[in-house]
């Protein structure tokens, strides 16, 4: 069965710092990849997306993610966080076969200092 | 022009009683799902749909009756409340079956007394 494992439950983080959010995911086959972001007290929006071509992607607000096969891993990084980056971040994976199901992590709680 | 949204936005009621939720997405999408967060914030999916037919139905109590008029609504009813039901149920839309990223509406949190 599928699984999707972030490494950090609680990460925190002075203004400036870089972050780097661990995402490992089980599954064989061909999939997609997202994060997903919750600010306080609101929904769930799309932070980026994999779904083929260039491993390295680019999402809002100065996000990106690196996908690297071989370690059915699939980071979130930012090179200088700001106070308003506090919220919940989950990764997401959807097998392109069987199930339709999008699993999703348990999700890292980001608190970032001013 | 709310992509997805459901009301209540709030529910507070006493055990044993029986509550709907509804989901409404103007984005033409296809496919619809209710899902669970609970205090820990994790996320479980509960039911998808997809043009009004049930694609996924995970292990859910069946209190838990979901109920899709049309495409484009996809409501939750449950019966009998209990204590642990208390949680934040979201309802997402996507274009097609789960393969492409998830639109999500604003939350219900659900206070079971």
């Known amino acids: 069965a599928q699984s999707v494992s972030q490494h950090n439950h609680h990460v925190i983080l002075s203004e400036a710092a870089s972050l780097e959010l661990g995402c490992n995911y089980s599954y064989g086959g061909t999939v997609n990849l997202f994060w997903y972001v919750q600010y306080p007290g609101q929904h769930l929006q799309l932070l980026l997306k994999y779904f083929s071509g260039d491993p390295l992607v680019k999402g809002i607000k100065g996000f990106e993610a690196e996908f690297i096969k071989s370690k059915f891993s699939f980071n979130l990084r930012k090179p200088s966080v700001q106070w308003s980056d506090t919220a919940e971040y989950f990764c997401a994976v959807n097998a392109r076969t069987g199930g339709f199901k999008t699993i999703f992590g348990a999700g890292t709680r980001l608190f970032v200092k001013a | 022009d709310t992509a997805v949204s459901q009301t209540p936005k709030y529910l507070v009621t006493q055990m044993g009683n029986d509550k709907s939720i509804k989901c409404e997405q103007n984005?033409?999408?296809?496919?619809m799902y209710w899902y669970k967060q609970d205090s820990k914030k994790f996320l479980k999916i509960m039911f998808s749909y997809n043009n009004k037919e049930l694609i996924i139905n995970e292990t859910v109590p069946n209190r838990f009756s979901p109920k899709s008029p049309d495409k484009a609504h996809l409501n939750l009813h449950i019966n009998s409340l209990e204590l642990g039901d208390s949680a934040v149920y979201f309802c997402?839309?996507?274009?097609?079956?789960?393969?492409?990223?998830?639109?999500f509406g604003p939350g219900t949190r659900l206070t079971v007394l």
């Open positions: 984005l033409g999408h296809d496919t």
């Open positions: 997402a839309s996507s274009h097609d079956l789960g393969v492409g990223e998830q639109f």
